[in-house]
């Protein structure tokens, strides 16, 4: 039996970058992959933007809402990662954690679905190498 790779994103609300990194992996890897999200501090939606530019590829967030960091799932994920440089895991688990320093056009003056779409096609371009990764032999 073959061992099924394991992701977990995480960023400070799991309302935005975390839920797109997640829907773009589901999304590419269908079930080759099991996909998490997490927030270090949960808020109360999906942020409406970052559904919105997920749609307009077919990725989709449904039926998923913001979820706290769970630390038995740092256990037993292959990894972590934690998207944004805002989010801190206080206490890692097992797991090897990277961090992605993803664009933010807002800094450049870009906001709305704009800035939502640069942010979905760089974490994007991430999920997809980091898919790559995952499906080779260990």
Known sequence: MSHTPSVLYV???NGGKSQMAAALMRQLAGDTVTVHSAGTRPGGAINEESRAALEEIGASVEGEYPKPL??????SVDRVVVLGTEA???EPGSAPVEVWETDE???RG????ERMRLIRDDIRRRVD????DLRRPQ
Do not use: N, T, Y
């Open 11 to 13: 960023c400070v609300k």
């Open 70 to 75: 769970d630390r038995a799932l740092l256990d």
């Open 88 to 90: 801190v895991i206080e």
């Open 105 to 107: 056009p807002s800094l």
């Open 110 to 113: 870009i906001e709305g679905a």
């Open 129 to 132: 190498s980091q898919l790559e």
